[in-house]
């Protein structure tokens, strides 16, 4: 099984790990990875594996999970073989972008379920834009406003962003900790990794993190619309600069 490194530092950029597997279609597994491979509406990771005897690269352009590993698919055939020490490095800029994308979703989420107890029922990003539906009646511009406003009011209060685990069982009896109306979580998981933006919002996730809310920088609301009688999408964008 891969150890995944970036579960715990979302901003390590890279490592130097063993390739344990390779397949004929260009897949990679390593002994550990800073790669994430993708889940809960977040991209996966793109960038290169090094190998460090030879010095020649080759370009990850997809990653995803098989079986407990993360598989780093290569063009063509790798010439990496069981063994091999490489190093792995993400393209930093796109999973930066991501991070502080997904932690301005986040944001949003919390402050719909803070205000109005609505529940997620579906949502995507890429880098720097996202949208995400709500279990609401009502939308309108004026109420796509009063989110933006209220959003970059949370973002200005420099909100730290925790990362921890909880045993399932204490997980299981914080219901609020899922946020979607349907739960995602696989019943074999007994321990479940939560981001928690320190006074705002607390839920279970997987995915990687900016580790202040100052990083997201503003948010716009650019877009609001009616995906049925209860559901409603919001989308996002954040301003360049950082």
């Known amino acids: 099984m891969t150890k995944l490194l970036f579960l715990d530092d979302a901003y390590m950029q890279q490592t130097d790990a063993v390739v344990t597997g390779v397949s004929d279609d260009g897949g990679v597994i390593l002994d550990q990875t800073v790669f994430y491979a993708g889940g809960g509406g977040q991209p996966c990771d793109t960038g290169t594996l090094t190998d460090l005897a030879t010095g020649n690269s080759c370009a990850v352009t997809k990653v995803g999970r098989v079986s407990g590993s993360v598989v780093h698919t290569v063009p063509g055939e790798p010439a990496l073989t069981v063994g091999t020490t490489v190093r792995a490095a993400i393209d930093w800029d796109r999973r930066y972008q991501l991070m502080r994308t997904h932690t301005a979703l986040h944001i949003l989420c919390g402050v719909v379920w803070r205000d109005y107890g609505a529940l997620v029922t579906g949502g995507d990003m890429r880098p720097g834009a996202a949208r995400m539906d709500f ?25 730290d962003i925790n990362v921890d685990y909880l045993h399932r069982s204490a997980a299981d009896a914080h219901p609020d900790l899922i946020r979607t109306k349907v739960n995602l979580l696989p019943p074999a998981i007994s321990e479940v990794r939560t981001i928690d933006i320190t006074g ?11 580790r202040n809310t100052r990083e997201v920088g503003r948010i716009r609301v650019v877009g ?14 954040l301003e360049e600069g950082k």
């Open 135 to 159: 279990e609401l009646e009502n939308m309108s511009a004026e109420f796509a406003h009063e989110i933006e406003t209220t959003i970059n009011l949370e973002v200005a209060q420099e909100r």
């Open 200 to 210: 705002l919002d607390l839920q279970a996730d997987g995915g990687t993190h900016v």
């Open 224 to 237: 609001h619309e009616s995906k049925g009688r209860i559901n409603k999408r919001l989308r996002i964008e």
